[in-house]
């Protein structure tokens, strides 16, 4: 694309082009028809069939003239990445020819066969039935591809008895909850005219790109999207000249494109920036509701594949691809906001006076330390493992960072009644020709799992390869709960000013141990959140659990959420999917190691050997010591490498007969399979640096992280 044609002028036509958003539905709805659904957009009045009926020919009209021939449901299973079942418009007529047709209850409903999908026990396979159901509040989108233009209509996914066997449909349930519970706190503080508060999410992504010819060497990388093997390179990340750097011709080429692909979706990819490691990258988009953020995030990841594809690239969204430098993750930054636009969680210049903000602030800082546990296991994955408690990214333990002048405001309530807040003042730089800033009242702190940063939370334990709709229904939930015993002691309160003064005082004295503004990566930190009781759930498979902990259940349940049976099948599908995840990488190791490692070592020791041989047959008196005891060195390694192989292989092996629960099951893979893989690696990696690289067969950490 030429530089020149990136006006405002393109640019604000291709913006949401392949997107059925309001203007469209504006524009080509009847007018009676556009109220009725934004209605139920707006104000989640249930939706009229004959509503439906007619949108679904306008979005066929529209969808076509733009060039679709097919439309599918598109659905976030528990998989953690979307699917979506192709249908044509295609309806044939009596005489002989086709026409396209589209009709409401295509639109609203279909009904993939479900049986292959995680349930997690919720569903037999002979009752394959699923159904997915048209959410409206996430606008139709075209995808093209090299299928053509397909028409994807957001859906949600339940079984044949209503259970929800996705991400979508909790998060929706969620933001009901959250938004009658929230409008019960306005309606106490006066306010009258908001009818609905929804929350709001900005998913920052970070991701790595690497060249698609040396990925396609790499089995690892293809079978479980991560290294297994690798050395650490001469360079790493260790200079820090890759964050914030200059960006390479090619990846900006992929970042301009993906831009654009974006743009198309609606999807408002505002930031993109190099990040730590090298190959590292992040995108932002600008903040929507979370429902359409979470739709966004999927299509960020799947688009920034495709996209990566085009220019010979590979775009790595796991949490850790490669050991020794930097993970990925995704920064959730989520706050709430009434549909007439004022963001609760807006401190004001003095929030020591701001009393509704000091109350939903509240309610966030005991929903976290409540429900630290459910939080912790809404970030949970296998890959997400590498980086929580793993001094790099924000640790197992979960902790508010508030900044100075919201703590001290709390400590001023706890010892009686707010006065002040502190100010910022202004920063000068010390030159005299540079403009005096307006000075932020808190610093940054980049290393707390949940940090208040200005007006939104940020919530730094996402795993990059994940869903965002777990924490997000997660986080929703347990605040609509905080919110709703809040109400109800505000309600009945014979004084508003004395009983909300009372309750935020109790909420601090009881709940100020979840704050912490210092630096989480510190070793001191994790002894005083020991003494201060905070959990330090270092794994994911120990996480789990808390899906069905007594009290999780019971929020979730109470709240409509998740139901009772639910929550087990999530347990059940994260501890399967933690099971499977391990085999696999267990099972690439081995191949790797038995079919390319071993042999490629045991050609270069018997080249040494050769050599020496060589070498003596010729008479000559020379100094043979450095191949004799490079041999010496190498094939103790590689002896030590097949004992490993072999250790693997029988742990593998073993897992099958081991469990039939998969809690116990989940365990004896980290416990035992992945730390039998983490000794082979030990053994593989040195093997790496005692074999010449004419041998080696298979790139390594520097071609992968700077031949890009
Ligand atoms: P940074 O955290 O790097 O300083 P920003 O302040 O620009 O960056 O915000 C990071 C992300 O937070 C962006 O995706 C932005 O849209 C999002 N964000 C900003 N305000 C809100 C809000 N009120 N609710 C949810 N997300 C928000
Ligand atoms: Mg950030």
């Given at each position: 694309m030429e530089k020149s044609i990136m006006t405002e002028g393109y640019l604000s036509n291709i913006y949401g082009s392949n997107v059925f958003n309001d203007s469209v539905m504006r524009e080509r709805l009847p007018k009676a028809t556009y109220k009725a659904l934004r209605k139920t957009i707006d104000d989640g009045i249930s939706l009229d069939p004959t509503v439906a009926e007619v949108v679904a020919n306008a979005m066929k009209d529209w969808a076509i003239e733009k060039g679709a021939t097919h439309?599918?449901?598109?659905?976030?299973?528990?998989?953690?990445?979307?699917?979506?079942?192709?249908?044509?418009?295609?309806?044939?007529?009596?005489?002989?020819?086709?026409?396209?047709?589209?009709?409401?209850?295509?639109?609203?409903?279909?009904?993939?066969?479900?049986?292959?999908?995680?349930?997690?026990?919720?569903?037999?396979?002979?009752?394959?039935?699923?159904?997915?159901?048209?959410?409206?509040?996430?606008?139709?989108?075209?995808?093209?591809?090299?299928?053509?233009?397909?028409?994807?209509?957001?859906?949600?996914?339940?079984?044949?008895?209503?259970?929800?066997?996705?991400?979508?449909?909790?998060?929706?349930?969620?933001m009901e909850v959250i938004s009658k519970q929230a409008i019960r706190v306005l309606r106490l503080f006066g306010n009258t005219t908001a009818t609905r508060v929804i929350t709001t999410v900005g998913a920052e992504q970070e991701y790595f790109l690497i060249d698609k010819g040396l990925y396609d060497q790499r089995k690892d990388l293809i079978y479980t999207g991560r290294t297994l093997f690798g050395a650490k390179p001469p360079k790493g990340q260790e200079l820090e000249d890759h964050y914030f750097g200059t960006i390479k011709d090619r990846i900006s080429a992929f970042m301009k494109e993906l831009d654009i692909e974006l743009w198309k979706l609606g999807v408002s990819a505002k930031t993109k920036h190099n990040e730590v490691a090298p190959a590292q990258h992040e995108l932002a988009p600008i903040f929507s509701t979370t429902n359409i953020a979470t739709d966004h995030n999927q299509l960020t990841m799947e688009t920034m594949k495709r996209v990566a594809n085009r220019h010979g690239l590979v775009c790595l969204l796991h949490e850790k691809p490669f050991a020794g430098v930097n993970g990925s993750g995704k920064h959730n930054n989520w706050s709430l906001s009434t549909n007439d636009g004022q963001n609760l969680l807006d401190p004001g210049n003095t929030p020591h006076d701001n009393a509704q903000f000091l109350v939903f602030l509240c309610a966030v800082i005991k929903a976290v330390d409540d429900y630290a546990d459910l939080l912790r296991v809404s970030a949970a994955n296998p890959g997400n493992d590498h980086r929580l408690g793993a001094n790099e990214a924000p640790p197992?333990?979960?902790?508010?960072?508030?900044?100075?002048?919201?703590?001290?405001?709390?400590?001023?309530?706890?010892?009686?009644?707010?006065?002040?807040s502190k100010q910022g003042g202004e920063l000068r730089i010390g030159v005299s020709t540079l403009p005096s800033l307006p000075k932020d009242s808190t610093d940054r702190n980049r290393t707390s799992p949940f940090a208040f940063t200005g007006n939104k939370f940020e919530?730094?334990?996402?795993?990059?390869?994940?869903?965002?709709?777990?924490?997000?229904?997660?986080?929703?939930?347990?605040?609509?709960?905080?919110?709703?015993?809040?109400?109800?002691?505000l309600e009945k309160a014979q004084d508003f000013n004395t009983e909300m003064q009372k309750l935020l005082q109790e909420i601090v004295a009881k709940h100020k141990r979840i704050i912490f503004n210092g630096n989480n990566y510190s070793e001191d930190w994790v002894k005083e959140a020991e003494a201060r009781g905070l959990p330090n759930i270092k794994s994911s498979v120990a996480s789990i659990p808390a899906i069905i902990a007594e009290k999780n259940i019971e929020v979730m349940a109470k709240h409509k959420v998740l139901s009772k049976t639910e929550m087990e099948s999530r347990y059940e599908i994260s501890l399967e999917n933690y099971i499977k995840t391990i085999n696999i990488e267990a099972l690439t190791m081995l191949e790797m190691a038995k079919r390319q490692l071993l042999p490629a070592s045991i050609k270069f020791a018997t080249k040494l050997a050769e050599s020496i041989n060589t070498i003596k047959s010729t008479g000559v008196n020379a100094d043979i010591s450095a191949q004799s005891e490079l041999l010496v060195e190498l094939s103790a390694v590689i002896a030590s490498f097949r004992k490993n192989i072999i250790n693997l292989e029988k742990s593998v092996a073993d897992a099958v007969q081991m469990h039939n629960d998969s809690y116990k099951l989940a365990c004896y893979y980290r416990d035992d399979v992945f730390s039998k893989m983490g000794m082979l690696r030990i053994d593989g990696d040195k093997l790496e640096t005692l074999v010449d690289e004419e041998f080696w067969p298979i790139p390594t950490y520097g071609d992968l992280l700077f031949k890009v």
């Open positions: 439309f599918t449901h598109w659905f976030q299973p528990m998989t953690g990445i979307t699917a979506e079942k192709h249908d044509s418009f295609i309806s044939p007529t009596s005489d002989g020819k086709v026409i396209m047709e589209f009709s409401g209850k295509e639109l609203i409903k279909g009904e993939p066969d479900a049986s292959s999908f995680p349930s997690g026990g919720l569903r037999a396979t002979f009752e394959a039935r699923g159904y997915t159901a048209w959410d409206c509040t996430s606008p139709a989108f075209l995808k093209e591809d090299a299928a053509g233009v397909t028409l994807c209509i957001p859906t949600a996914f339940c079984s044949y008895t209503g259970e929800a066997l996705d991400k979508k449909t909790p998060l929706l349930r969620s197992a333990i979960i902790s508010i960072f508030l900044g100075e002048q919201l703590t001290d405001i709390l400590e001023q309530i706890e010892k009686g009644e707010a006065l002040q919530f730094r334990m996402v795993p990059s390869s994940g869903s965002i709709a777990a924490p997000n229904f997660t986080l929703n939930t347990i605040v609509a709960e905080i919110l709703s015993q809040i109400a109800e002691r």
